[in-house]
């Protein structure tokens, strides 16, 4: 909302246990006037960080305000997951495409356009980047600090928020702390009474309670006053208060994803059960507009109260006005190619079951924004939900030349967090491991496992580790891991990955995994992992042994699409003078015929468990036994932590698959990087020659042979 002289200050109405923890509330972001709460949970602590400061709620008037029409913009941001600065800590390098600093900019200008806004955020804030690890783990913040990233949110001033289930990740203590204190769990290392720097807006969580109290973790809700401008039918503009209800949820999978620091401590319910009890007590206390900040997105699967992301359902709930989703790192609306298109939903007045909605991507990509239009009657606020609409507003885009474009950054947010920034850059160049190799994906696509078999050992002990502790319906089943080489030449030379031999440092593990997926396992049997390698292999042309003249081994078929295994388990061949499709020859399990009917648990990504429906009809999220929140980098990390000498013997040199041995009339060549030969034999691969230095791709490349019959 407005913003207004900053001598001015806020009125507190406070009911029950959570006076002492928000007495010290300090101004925060776009909005003026009070806070009312819920009487149940605890509630975040103030923060000291300079913030906008609003007005006061203005003194009752004796004259009534006649009816009058007003626009309230609420503004969300969602998973930003600590990514402040538009800087990618695993590549050493700044990354324009996202970053808390540019969403600052479009949020400014919407305060511009609006005359009265909320700032909002949906969760996921706090975990996700190197910085995040920093500050928990490495050198954890103390009580009397901040987050970085609710240092940069309070230079926003944040209404309200919710928590996501990352949140949760480095368990309840550290919670609790950057909450502001107050929580009330069975762990003896909590002190309810503590009180400590919190994010500087409240948290609401409605979902989650305590089981030592039964009550909620944090309040379930709060009731913001605030006065509003608005205009009547003869053009007058008047202030009017209002109070706007704000209710969170997130997701009940934090009890399987943070078991291990959230079991026998609290307890999850459903969303909709949960509007359910507290938006009536939200209207009886007044609240004219009940915002749902939901960490969740859609899905048309049956309602359970164990449902991941439930807003179908929960927007039919009585009484919420608006509703902001996450999770999902989705995008809505998207009125292009839209990623959700279930009933009910309408991508192009941004709505799910009529009530306006949004989801605003992930790491600050964008901005989300409800419209909503209220009506004055003289005595009471009234929701107009059909005149309501949401857009996104993005920091990237491109202009009318189709150059890709970016916001400019805001300039307070970096000086806020730069001490913790420049720490967290000498933090992950420090050495994690060490290799006794070069871990290269140059020659992957010819056989050399050498940057892959890292990942997949990471992948396949971690889910391993999963289901003996809490999946013993599975516990019988052999685990496996599949990846592929995400860097393999096609941007040019510098596009493989690359690790050189002696110290592995944290920023190192994006060469060896490059993209931010998350490891998902999923269930097979013999047959699907054929037809999983079948697809895989459409990385290659079809070879005709006869033709004398070159031909070119590599397809247009992505490199990240090339999934392999790396074990001696599992042994295969891929026959390329074949036809797509019926390529892989001799499929083995420890030595012996695959049984096409024996189950297998394969640990992957994200990506490929849900949309890769063409290499398997199991991986359309269909065969998926459990969805870690965990990224699959952050996997590898800790794997290499763990165990830190990493040598060609042990983590390099375990090939699942080679090429049907077959002679040939002409060369069959392939492109790689310059000067790599020695790389090919180090890995132990007969048969590569240099060709050209050039391959005149204009890449930068070498062209290679290979001899297929070696």
């Known amino acids: 909302m407005n913003q207004r002289p900053p001598h001015a200050r806020r009125r507190l109405l406070l009911a029950g246990p959570v006076l002492a923890s928000l007495l010290a509330l300090t101004a925060c972001g776009g909005g003026d006037g009070t806070f009312a709460v819920g009487t149940s949970g605890s509630a975040a602590a103030p923060s000291p960080a300079p913030a906008p400061a609003p007005s006061p709620a203005p003194a009752p008037s004796a004259a009534p305000v006649p009816p009058a029409q007003a626009t309230l913009a609420i503004l969300e941001t969602t998973d930003l997951h600590a990514n402040v600065r538009s800087y990618d800590y695993f590549k050493l390098a700044e990354d324009k495409s996202y970053g808390f600093e540019r969403t600052a900019t479009l949020i400014r200008q919407a305060r511009q356009e609006f005359a009265n806004t909320l700032l909002l955020d949906n969760g996921d804030t706090i975990q996700g980047t190197a910085l995040a690890d920093y500050e928990a783990t490495v050198k954890p913040v103390g009580c009397d600090q901040q987050l970085s990233m609710y240092k940069a949110m309070a230079a ?41 720097v919190g994010p500087g807006f409240p948290v609401t969580l409605a979902n989650v309670t305590s089981t030592r109290t039964n009550a909620p973790l944090v309040q379930p809700y709060v009731i913001l006053q605030r006065t509003i401008k608005a205009r009547t039918a003869d053009g007058q503009d008047v202030s009017v208060p209002i109070k706007v209800g704000l209710i969170g949820f997130t997701t009940p999978g934090i009890l399987n994803w943070d078991k291990r620091f959230l079991d026998g401590k609290v307890a999850t319910q459903g969303a909709v059960e949960t509007a359910n009890r507290y938006i009536p007590e939200m209207k009886a206390k007044g609240a004219d507009v009940v915002v749902a900040l939901l960490h969740g997105g859609l899905d048309s699967s049956t309602y359970s109260a164990t449902m991941e992301s439930p807003g179908l359902y929960l927007s039919k709930v009585a009484g919420i006005d608006a509703m902001l989703m996450g999770h999902q790192h989705g995008e809505f609306p998207k009125a292009t190619s839209p990623g959700y298109t279930q009933s009910g939903v309408d991508n192009t007045k941004g709505t799910v079951n009529g009530v306006p909605a949004v989801m605003a991507s992930s790491w600050g990509k964008a901005l989300g924004v409800v419209k909503l239009q209220l009506r004055w009657t003289g005595t009471q606020w009234t929701v107009d939900k059909d005149a309501g609409r949401s857009e996104l507003r993005y920091i990237q885009g491109k202009d009318a030349a189709g150059k890709t474009t970016y916001v400019d950054v805001d300039p307070t947010i970096a000086p806020l967090v730069e001490s913790q920034h420049q720490a967290t850059i000498a933090y992950v160049k420090q050495p994690i491991g060490s290799t006794d190799f070069r871990m290269s994906t140059l020659f992957a696509d010819v056989g050399d496992p050498g940057a892959i078999q890292i990942v997949n050992q990471a992948q396949q002990a971690y889910v391993a580790a999963y289901i003996q502790a809490n999946l013993p319906q599975y516990a019988a089943l052999p685990v496996l891991s599949v990846s592929a080489p995400f860097k393999s030449g096609f941007q040019g030379a510098g596009d493989y990955t690359d690790v050189a031999a002696g110290p592995v440092a944290i920023y190192n593990a994006a060469d060896l995994y490059l993209y931010p997926n998350t490891v998902y396992a999923v269930k097979v049997n013999g047959a699907d992992i054929q037809g999983w390698l079948e697809a895989a292999a459409q990385r290659f042309n079809q070879i005709d042994p006869t033709k004398t003249a070159e031909q070119q081994l590599i397809s247009s078929f992505p490199g990240y699409n090339f999934d392999m295994f790396t074990t001696a388990d599992m042994q295969y061949e891929i026959d390329v003078t074949q036809p797509k499709g019926s390529r892989i020859k001799n499929l083995q399990y420890k030595g012996k015929a695959i049984d096409t009917a024996q189950e297998f648990v394969i640990a992957t990504n994200n990506y490929r468990a849900t949309s890769g429906k063409s290499f398997s009809a199991k991986l359309d999220g269909s065969g998926t036994i459990w969805a870690s929140p965990d990224a699959n980098r952050d996997v590898l990390i800790n794997h290499i932590r763990a165990n830190p000498t990493i040598t060609r013997a042990g983590n390099g040199a375990a090939r699942s698959w080679r090429f049907t041995k077959v002679t040939t009339a002409g060369p069959v060549v392939f492109s790689s990087g310059p000067g790599a030969l020695s790389v090919a034999t180090a890995a132990g691969l007969n048969g590569i020659s240099l060709v050209a230095a050039d391959d005149g791709s204009g890449k930068g490349t070498s062209k290679y042979a290979i001899d297929l019959s070696k």
């Open 156 to 196: 926003l001033g944040y209404d309200g928020g919710t928590l996501g289930n990352h949140e949760f990740n480095y368990g309840l203590p550290f919670l609790n702390q950057v909450l502001g204190g107050g929580m009330t769990v069975a762990d003896s290392s909590i002190d309810p009474s503590k009180k400590c």
